[in-house]
């Protein structure tokens, strides 16, 4: 074996370098070429993961949807006219078309009946009083009559016939003392007669006296106070003629309500038509009519809808209710047709809100229908009403908006990759919105860029944060006025 040279030494070892150096630099750009695949890879699926939505012209219908009911706005109400609390106890099924004259509520009558006994009753001995008092004041207006042209006259009579003998007497006693007088100064008689026929005519004109005063306190005093007495007791049998008469005009009209009500357990149609239940409170999970129900006077209880005056009543957000006009097209949809309709009014007030509601304010605003066959009470309605038409305007879904403090942005997805850019809007529904500038015709946006741009997301955390904190403020401050008063 001969031995190398250096010049074959050095030789062997700048080959071996160089070889080592070209492995390195190929190694090298295998790797560059393998990242600029895995970039150009992840950048295609960036691209192709991200949704976009391509701007364009067109007709913008802004509107508000909402569920309802069909009911009748001419509704003919069948209340409860039994005064108090009753028991129903036969009711006819909501939506049987019935017949005039045909029985749609019983009620439990035991009650009725038992006070119909009983005002009947208190009727015919409020009879026999009033009949009992008649009698009395006809007995005070002939007492009156038989004193004045009776009694009082036989007294004044008696009176006058024992004046008329005091009289005599008095008379006979007169001449009894002069005779006796001129016989005295005859000397025929004693003195004593004289005083004793003297006595006589003393005694004879105290008895006329006596008579005289009786006469006329009978005619001044006695017949004035007995007129009085008699006169009293006519006025007071009249009062009581007068109390009976109304006690008995009481319970005769006691009597024929008990009677009535008796018959209005019973209610009957007063016309042909269809019948169905009144809607019962959204609170409620059972309607107010059924058999065992109890219900109270003046109590809706049943319906006959006018099938001719159909509309809808729905309830609009409070949010837009005041872009909702007496007059404002609506479109109801059915289950079997789909209907042009008015809206026809809109409340002034709210509904009342609570849990059975969410708490969610609403207006009800009805829609009136156009006459057709076949709508019927009860059945379901998607009410679409149009708050506003925009033609030819550029639109953008909602779903593209990211909202900021600092105005309204999107990302439009370019070459280089999704770009945000601010926009100015203008109206907008659910789905679409108007774009007043910030975006041509033509242009693709990233669909709910929230999820899949960093920046959106923070923007939207930052915004989300601000309004957290705007409300915390304003809870503390609601707490701090409320503590101070």
């Known amino acids: 074996m001969s031995a190398s040279t250096p010049n074959q030494e050095f030789s062997s070892r700048s080959d071996g370098s160089a070889v080592r150096l070209a492995m390195f630099l ?23 993961s991200m949704l976009t939505h391509r701007i364009s012209r067109g007709r913008l219908v802004v509107s508000v949807t909402e569920q309802g009911t069909l009911e009748s706005s001419n509704n003919t109400e069948i209340k409860c ?23 749609l509520v019983r009620l439990d009558t035991k009650v009725i009946e038992e006070q119909y006994s009983l005002t009947k009753t208190n009727t015919y001995i409020a009879q026999a009083t009033l009949a009992e008092t008649k009698a009395n004041v006809e007995k005070a207006r002939i007492a009156i009559e038989a ?6 006259r036989s007294q004044l009579q008696t009176l006058e016939k024992d ?118 409170a959204s609170w409620k999970s059972t309607p107010d009519i059924a058999e065992g129900a109890t219900v109270r006077k003046d109590q809706v209880l049943l319906l006959m809808p006018d099938l001719s005056q159909m509309q809808v009543k729905v309830g609009i957000h409070e949010s837009v209710v005041e872009r ?6 609506a479109i109801v949809t059915l289950p079997d047709r789909t209907l042009e309709a008015r809206v026809s009014k809109v409340a002034t007030v709210t509904r009342p809100a609570g849990w059975w509601t969410g708490n969610v304010v609403k207006y009800d605003t009805i829609i009136e229908l156009p006459e ?23 639109t953008m879904p909602v779903a593209a908006v990211v909202e900021t403090e600092e105005g309204d942005f999107c ?15 203008g109206d907008s529904n659910d789905v679409f919105v108007e ?45 701090q006025q409320e503590t101070t008063l």
């Open 26 to 48: 190929g190694i090298l750009a295998i790797i560059a070429v393998v990242a600029a695949v895995i970039w150009m890879r992840d950048t295609e699926e960036t691209k192709t």
């Open 81 to 103: 006219l039994v005064r108090g609390f009753s028991t129903v106890t036969y009711v006819v099924p909501t939506g049987t078309v019935v017949e005039a004259g045909q029985e």
């Open 147 to 152: 004193y004045e042209k009776g009694r009082f």
């Open 163 to 280: 004046l008329a003998a005091h009289k005599r007497n008095l008379r006979t006693a007169r001449r009894m003392r002069e005779r006796s007088e001129t016989l005295f100064r005859q000397g025929y008689v004693t003195e004593l007669e004289v005083e004793s026929n003297a006595f006589t005519v003393t005694q004879a004109e105290l008895e006329l006296k006596v008579k005289e005063t009786e006469i006329s306190a009978l005619k001044e005093f006695t017949r004035q106070m007995e007129m009085e007495t008699l006169n009293g007791n006519l006025t007071a049998s009249k009062s009581k003629l007068a109390a009976d008469e109304a006690g008995l005009a009481m319970e005769v009209k006691r009597r024929d309500r008990a009677e009535q009500e008796l018959q209005d357990c019973i209610i009957r149609a007063e016309k042909s038509g269809l019948v169905i239940y009144p809607s019962a």
């Open 324 to 329: 909702v006009q007496a007059g404002s097209r």
């Open 372 to 394: 057709e066959s076949g709508l019927k009470p009860g059945m379901s309605a998607e009410v679409e009403v149009i708050m506003a038409v925009h033609e030819d305007v550029l």
């Open 411 to 425: 990302w439009v997805q370019t070459d280089k990759g999704p770009t945000r850019r601010i926009l100015e809007l």
């Open 435 to 479: 774009v007043k500038a910030g975006l041509n015709e033509g242009e693709d946006v990233v669909l709910n860029p929230v999820a899949l741009i960093e920046q959106a997301r923070e923007d939207a955390l930052t915004t989300l944060e601000a309004d957290r904190s705007a409300a915390s403020d304003a809870l503390d401050g609601s707490d």
